[in-house]
C-alpha cells in the first residue's frame, strides 16, 4: 500500500525555497511608501495649502475693497496683505530642504519683504495712532491714519447776506495766494475754500465786514462754516450795520 501524503497543519513551519532555503511569505497587499516619496507628498500638500490660503486672503482683501468702496484706504489693506501673504509663503518654504535650487534665497527675500511690510504698518498707521501725529500721503499733503489724527482737510464756507452791498475787511484764514473781493455790491455773497484743519490747534477763523449805504432799516449777517457746521455768526443793522465773525471749527 502506498502511503498518501500529509496534509499540511496550522503549525508546521513555513514551506522554504528549494534554491534559497528561506521561508516563502505571502505578498503583502500594503506598499509602504519610500523616504523619497513621503517628502514628494508633503511638499505637494504645501504648496496645495499655501496657494489656497494666498487665494483665500486675496478674496478677502477683495471683498474688504468692494464693502468699503471709496473709502478705503489701499495702502493699509496692502500692507496687510503683503505682511501675511509673504509671512506664510516664507514659512511654508522651511518645508523644503536647502539642498533645492533658490530655497534659501526665496525664503530670505520673502521674510525681508514680510518684514518690510510689518515696518510700513507700524510707521504709517500705528506710530500716528500712538503719538495722535499725521503722515504725508501719497500726494504730499499730510492725512490721517487709522486711529486719532491731528489733521484733516475741510471746506470753510464765508458768507455774507442782508441787504445791498458791503464792503469786507477781511476773511481768514485762506489758501496760500487766494484772496476775497474789498466790497460786493449784491448781497449774498459765499466764498468756499479748502483748508487743513489741526484739530488740536485749529485756529481762529475770522469774517469782518460792513455794510455800503443804504436805507438806516438795512440788515447784515456774517456766517463761517466748517465741512456745514456753523462755527460763527453775527447779525447787525442800521445804516453804520458791521459785522464780525470769529470761531474755532470743532
Same mark, same amino acid.
Given at each position: 500500500?502506498?502511503?498518501? *501524503?500529509?496534509?499540511?497543519?496550522p503549525?508546521? *513551519?513555513?514551506?522554504?525555497?528549494?534554491? $534559497?532555503?528561506? *521561508?516563502?511569505a505571502a505578498p503583502d497587499a500594503r506598499v509602504a511608501l519610500s523616504p523619497g516619496r513621503r517628502r514628494s507628498t508633503r511638499r505637494v500638500v504645501v504648496v496645495v495649502v499655501v496657494v489656497v490660503l494666498g487665494a483665500v486672503l486675496l478674496g478677502t482683501a477683495v471683498a474688504v475693497a468692494v464693502l468699503l468702496g471709496p473709502g478705503?484706504?489701499?495702502?493699509?489693506?496692502g500692507l496687510i496683505f503683503g505682511f501675511l501673504l509673504f509671512g506664510v509663503l516664507s514659512a511654508a518654504l522651511r518645508f523644503f530642504p536647502d539642498s533645492l535650487p533658490l530655497v534659501p534665497s526665496a525664503r530670505r527675500?520673502?521674510?525681508?519683504?514680510?518684514l518690510a511690510a510689518l515696518a510700513g504698518l507700524l510707521y504709517l498707521y500705528v506710530y500716528p495712532a500712538v503719538t495722535?501725529?499725521?503722515?504725508?500721503? *501719497?500726494?504730499?499733503?499730510?492725512?490721517?491714519?487709522?486711529?486719532?489724527?491731528?489733521?484733516?482737510?475741510?471746506? +470753510?464756507?464765508?458768507?455774507?447776506?442782508?441787504?445791498?452791498?458791503? $464792503?469786507?475787511g477781511a476773511a481768514s484764514p485762506l489758501p496760500s495766494g487766494e484772496t476775497v473781493p474789498a466790497s460786493v455790491h449784491q448781497?449774498?455773497?459765499?466764498?468756499?475754500?479748502?483748508?487743513?484743519?489741526?484739530?488740536?490747534?485749529? &485756529?481762529?477763523?475770522t469774517l469782518i465786514?460792513?455794510?455800503?449805504?443804504?436805507?438806516?432799516?438795512?440788515?447784515?449777517?456774517?456766517?463761517?462754516? +466748517?465741512?456745514? +457746521?456753523?462755527?460763527?455768526?453775527?447779525?447787525?443793522?442800521?445804516?453804520?450795520?458791521?459785522?464780525?465773525?470769529? &470761531?474755532?471749527?470743532?
Open positions: 500500500m502506498i502511503p498518501e *501524503p500529509r496534509r499540511p497543519s503549525g508546521d *513551519p513555513p514551506e522554504r525555497d528549494a534554491a $534559497s532555503a528561506t *521561508p516563502v478705503l484706504d489701499l495702502a493699509f489693506i527675500i520673502l521674510s525681508f519683504l514680510s495722535h501725529s499725521s503722515f504725508a500721503g *501719497p500726494d504730499g499733503t499730510y492725512q490721517n491714519g487709522p486711529g486719532v489724527g491731528t489733521t484733516r482737510q475741510a471746506t +470753510v464756507v464765508y458768507s455774507l447776506t442782508g441787504d445791498g452791498g458791503a $464792503s469786507i448781497l449774498p455773497w459765499d466764498h468756499p475754500v479748502q483748508l487743513t484743519v489741526n484739530a488740536k490747534n485749529p &485756529g481762529l477763523f465786514a460792513s455794510g455800503l449805504p443804504v436805507d438806516d432799516d438795512s440788515a447784515l449777517a456774517c456766517t463761517i462754516t +466748517v465741512d456745514g +457746521v456753523v462755527v460763527a455768526h453775527d447779525e447787525s443793522s442800521g445804516a453804520h450795520r458791521s459785522v464780525f465773525c470769529s &470761531g474755532k471749527p470743532q
